[in-house]
């Protein structure tokens, strides 16, 4: 008899785009695909994050994780201090994924950006969407310094 695994469905948008990165972190989690969220946005806070915007697109990478895979990622994302849980409901599934708690815009640095920009390769998402979020980032941050 064949014992039953309860798996979550995750959206990643940042450095957990990365294959390898997660091969290592999660093991057992497995990539589904990708779509677009619509009138969300990726954004830098030092690290990736995302925030409503009416009109924008955010494009992600799905996974399902195990429960060990998850308690790796809340490890990992800072949960509950830094990242909070956020759900979803897309094409008729619930889908987590993890949502700063605090505002601000900052850079990333050039390491952190190339760990995303590899799992957008991996993925198969369109790199100007990461490119703009960066863009964005180092305006505003420059309009703050």
Known sequence: MK????????????SNLNK?????????????????????RLVFRGVAD?????????PVGAWSLTDKCELALDVY???PRLYTKKWFNIEGKRYMTYVMNRGGISRPSKGYVETIRQGYHDFGLNPAFLTEAIQHSQLLDD???
Not at 20 to 40: H, V, Y
């Open 3 to 14: 014992s039953f695994v309860k798996r979550t469905l995750y959206f990643s948008y940042g």
């Open 77 to 79: 994302e800072g949960y």
């Open 50 to 58: 995302i925030e409503p915007h009416k009109g924008g697109i955010l």
């Open 143 to 145: 309009i703050a310094s």
């Open 20 to 40: 390898e990165q997660m091969s290592i972190r999660c093991p057992n989690a497995m990539p589904l695909g990708t779509f677009m969220l619509k009138d969300w």
